[in-house]
């Protein structure tokens, strides 16, 4: 991997790394939520800053170039994260589900009790 394209893949990733921190600074993203990110930047980071280790990890995989292997990691980490994301909205879908039964319920005993203080009078 050239100079260049090492030092243009690690300016991008620092710049993500500040984007996630400042988002988490900012209380806008949730740490919970901004780990994976942290730790998938923080990967490729190591990897692309050691020329050897990428090339290595490279020919162990059969990827062509390293540059290659760098977008194929942050493919699967994209792929990762993608799956937190969709575990994360099913689980919050189903809790909207069971607010929305429990409140509908509370709205029928509210509408009885009001048509029972009605009769009543």
């Known amino acids: 991997m050239s100079l260049r394209a090492r030092i243009i893949i690690l300016v991008v990733l620092?710049?993500?790394l500040i984007v996630v921190l400042n988002a988490v600074r900012k209380k806008s993203m949730r740490l919970k939520y901004a780990l994976?990110?942290?730790?998938?930047?923080?990967?490729l980071l190591v990897l692309s800053a050691i020329p050897n280790g990428l090339v290595g990890?490279?020919?162990?995989?059969?990827?062509?170039?390293p540059v290659n292997m760098i977008?194929?990691?942050g493919f699967l980490f994209s792929l990762?994260?993608?799956?937190?994301?969709?575990?994360?909205?099913?689980?919050?879908?189903e809790r909207i589900r069971?607010?929305?039964?429990?409140?509908?319920?509370?709205e029928d005993r509210?509408?009885?009790e009001q048509k029972e203080k009605k009769e009543s009078k």
């Open 71 to 73: 977008f194929f990691l």
């Open 36 to 43: 994976p990110w942290f730790g998938c930047l923080i990967v």
């Open 14 to 16: 620092v710049l993500a």
């Open 98 to 106: 069971k607010l929305t039964q429990a409140v509908a319920l509370l």
């Open 110 to 112: 509210l509408t009885q």
């Open 57 to 65: 990890l490279a020919d162990l995989l059969g990827i062509y170039s």
């Open 80 to 93: 990762a994260i993608i799956f937190v994301l969709t575990l994360v909205v099913s689980r919050l879908a």
